[in-house]
């Protein structure tokens, strides 16, 4: 298991990368619309791991009523384990709330899976297995 990424809930994703592209000196990987989860993010690596600056597009989701609360800032973090479902079914079994029971696939085939901030002393965690390249 490894820190991922830590994921910054941002208004303005543009704003945003002008203070950790073009102030910090941070690398922009890559940026991402995902519809389906009603976010445009942004990836920029930070040694072995990333920030991601998370802007929502949609009214009705879960990072956007946070961020009516909050304001915004850090939302959470991503371990990247081997076995989401080995993972999830042990954290089940140890109590464990789980906010997505069931892993979720992106389209690059990353499989995620949140657990409560209220089974983890406060922090929304992630957890995060990337797709396994295919041999040819």
Known sequence: MHLEHLAIAVADLDAALRFYRDVLGLT???VEELPSEG???AFL??????IELVQPTQEETGITRWM???GGGMHHLCLAVDDIRAALARLSAAGAELITPQPVARPDGTLYAFIHPRSTGGVLI?????????SP
């Open 28 to 30: 922009l990987e890559r």
């Open 39 to 41: 976010v445009r993010v």
């Open 45 to 50: 690596p930070l040694g072995e791991s990333h």
């Open 68 to 70: 009516a609360k909050t």
């Open 126 to 134: 992630e957890l995060y297995q990337k797709s396994q390249p295919t």
